[in-house]
């Protein structure tokens, strides 16, 4: 097990790899970069195999004992063997990147005992890197971010699926707003910790590289991410897929919970 200090050791060097990978995406953005189609009709871009192979050599050289997964590279289970693995999304929100929105990042984390120790979002045009640190909190550009206390005035604000955070709304006895579409999964999570919004809902389809970096920044900054039995989630495992998830500002997790499971059965039926 790492101590603290190589965990900060650690954050430093991803950190300064993901606003590195920020510049080549911003190469790409904004100029028509080349797209292909994926299996699930998601879109990959130039950008994100030109990020990927840029992190993989440089994370690697500098932590060679390190595991390795990533969306964009072929899944290796030897990398279950590692004490430590990175788990990278070059770009999350992909889509959004290629149709010239804001709201996308260069994810990278550091996976120990299926949980992450280090992690960072790089959203350039953002002008944002977000990071956490196991035990030592999140920041934005370097300065400490917490996540509201949620009260019983606050108007609630949730970004997610926009029919299931309708039904949220009208089973929740506060007034509800559900903000503007966000491309990138681990933008919206990471949006709690900045205060912006205070419950995500994400959908069953999202893998280790969506969440590992944002569900750390979630929980240094208060707040909490799990799934809908209220489980904390594991990375590094065999299956990196994950269900239904619910993410919020934690004094009131539980409730959450209890209305995003009903919120979903009522959508369902």
């Known amino acids: 097990m790492l101590e603290a200090s190589d965990h900060l050791a650690d ?8 606003r590195e990978s920020g510049e080549i995406a911003m190469k790409y953005f904004g100029k028509s970069p080349e797209v292909w189609m994926k299996e699930g009709e998601s879109p990959v871009s130039e950008a994100d195999y ?19 997964l990533s969306e964009e590279t072929d899944d290796n289970l030897d ?7 990175f788990v990278v999304d070059p770009i999350d929100g992909t889509r959004g990147f290629i149709h010239g929105m804001k709201r996308w990042c260069i994810s990278i984390a550091i996976v120990e005992d299926n949980r992450p120790t280090a992690g960072v979002l790089e959203c350039p045009v953002m002008k944002q890197t977000i ?9 934005l550009n370097g300065k400490r971010i917490r996540s509201k206390i949620l009260t019983p005035s606050d108007n609630l604000k949730i970004a997610g699926p ?22 990138s999964l681990a933008y919206r999570l990471a949006m709690i910790s900045m205060q912006e919004i205070d419950l995500s809902l994400a959908r069953g389809s999202a893998k280790d590289w ?4 944002a569900d ?10 799990t799934s809908l039995d209220g489980a904390q989630l594991s990375y590094n495992c065999h299956d990196i897929r994950h269900g239904t998830l619910v993410a919020s500002n934690g004094n009131r997790h539980d409730e959450m919970l209890d209305i995003a499971r009903n919120a979903i059965d009522k959508h369902q039926n």
Do not use: C
């Open 50 to 68: 030109a990020i990927d192979v840029f992190l993989k050599e440089k994370l690697l050289n500098a932590r060679p004992n390190y595991g390795w």
């Open 131 to 139: 990071t956490a640190s196991a035990g030592q909190g999140a920041g």
């Open 79 to 85: 990398r279950m063997a590692h004490e430590r693995t």
């Open 11 to 18: 954050l430093e060097l991803i950190t300064e790899l993901a």
């Open 162 to 183: 926009r029919s299931i955070g309708q039904e949220f709304a009208e089973l929740f006895d506060q007034d509800v707003t559900i903000v503007p579409f966000v491309p």
């Open 210 to 213: 969506d969440l590992a970096a």
């Open 216 to 225: 750390l920044i979630v929980q240094e900054a208060g707040a909490k991410l």
